[in-house]
């Protein structure tokens, strides 16, 4: 009966902002049934220039307010977060966490082992890179590994602004993050920012066709789904799963971007006052 | 006595950031002996982005910040915070407070008083464009200026990722963006963010000669003058003042691009954990 119960909880999801939506979005292809609730903590955006320390005492914050609605498991849908604070947060959280970096760096590993060019690029927020976390966990399947890595800090900016694939703006600047990795004839590119694969067809025209593009968001969507099978913690429903939104900022302006990034409207937004997100939960002064 | 000893206390300035140092750099121009204890919100940067509840709230904490070091004089070095918060902070305050809004306002009105083209053009952030605050400051001078608002989201990453005047990426957003200004036959473009100083070439270059640009932080610094002078708070020292920073996130990034915005070394800066920056001062719950 407690087994029960425990399969009809939401997964709980958080991110910096909006960009964790397009993780949602995966989510709900490979697991429609399931109940999400979602926090973006837009009023703190962006995690991807702030300090590891900084990044993680967020996390903490965000993870302890999904924890009141009691989820079966929390997706932490922002690499940033993931880079900085995954270990934290599985030491904090009663439930299963789950990130993006170690999925996306599993996958690009996957996709490049019968190919001819094996390296692995990687492109993220200056946090992200900062931390080494997609190197290390690139490394740990395959010691061997060239990686290269490269922080582009304008393309959040770019998407939230609403520039779209073939805005020429777009593509000028990509050209100038991705100049370098042209040349490393890559196997795989790993997309390590929720908010890139609504640049997808304008990285990929960059790069070519031989280059396979890993969204760490996609790959993160079938870890929770493997996961929550090998727990036997898969909703018994599926489909109509409910989607329900919680953002630190203003609530129209997460309704009026939230469409582009989840694919689908979001119907259900509320406001955290953000006191509320930062009471102090007791594990805040324990974070190394 | 009491006077003299008011004379000699610091000038409290603060930003989101590490913008509101191109404003101390015009200050240390004008007033050479002022102390100044700066305050840059780098853990909640951008403001720009955010709900104008939301910046009024975070305001009220730098400003309440900065009081504990007894300024004679709150300067917000911030487009977006004057412009959402300067009344509450002038309530709240028991000091004078300058914005950056009015004085920038009232130096475009004051160089296109005798040119033949008198339209006032204004690039700034998300939020200080919405906030109306350029517009309602230029039409009290003159209520019938043809006044374009143009909001600029990604000059400030640009300008934080250290791109300059002749990179080729920076000219083709300014052109994207300036694109209707430029047929506007405008008489002087506010520059309504503090980071835009840093791109002051390109857009020079993107207006061509005829158009005046105004950079709200200098015009700022001439009006902390001019009242510090009215009130006869003036210190009584004309060179040496200090400069003492403090940042709620990692002071090594502040000192690292710190020098580009301030035009000086920033020797000394000091770490603000954000909890103590949101110590529950009274104001608060009053902010409407």
Known sequence: MEAQVMKERPIGVFD???????????LTRVLPGEDIVYLGDSAR??????????VRRFSM????????????MIVVACNTASAAALDALKEFCPV?????????AAEAVEVTRDKENKAVGVIATEATIQSGA??????????????????????????????????????SVLHDYLREMQRKRLGALILGCTH????????????????SLISSGRAAAKEVQRRL?????????????????????????????????G???????ERVPIDELESRHPATTEIP
Chains 1, 2 share one sequence.
């Open 263 to 269: 694919g689908r409207r979001i119907d259900q937004v």
């Open 134 to 171: 997609y190197l290390r966990a690139i490394r740990q399947h395959d010691g061997e590994r060239a990686v290269y890595a490269q922080s582009c800090p304008l393309l959040v900016p770019i998407v939230e602004e609403g520039r779209s694939d073939d805005d020429p703006i777009v593509l």
């Open 96 to 104: 299963e966490v789950v990130g993006t970096v170690l999925p996306g």
């Open 61 to 72: 914050d965000d993870a302890s307010f999904l924890l009141r609605y009691e989820p079966k």
């Open 196 to 211: 890139y694969p609504l640049l997808t067809n304008a990285i990929a025209k960059v790069m070519g066709p031989d280059v």
């Open 16 to 26: 910096s902002g909006l960009g964790g939506l397009t993780v949602v979005r995966e």
């Open 229 to 261: 099978s090998l727990s036997n913690l898969l909703s018994s429903r599926s489909y109509g799963g409910r989607l329900r939104c919680f953002t630190t900022d203003n609530p129209e302006r997460f309704n009026r971007l939230g469409e582009r990034f």
């Open 45 to 54: 955006v962006p995690y991807g220039i702030r300090s590891l320390e900084t």
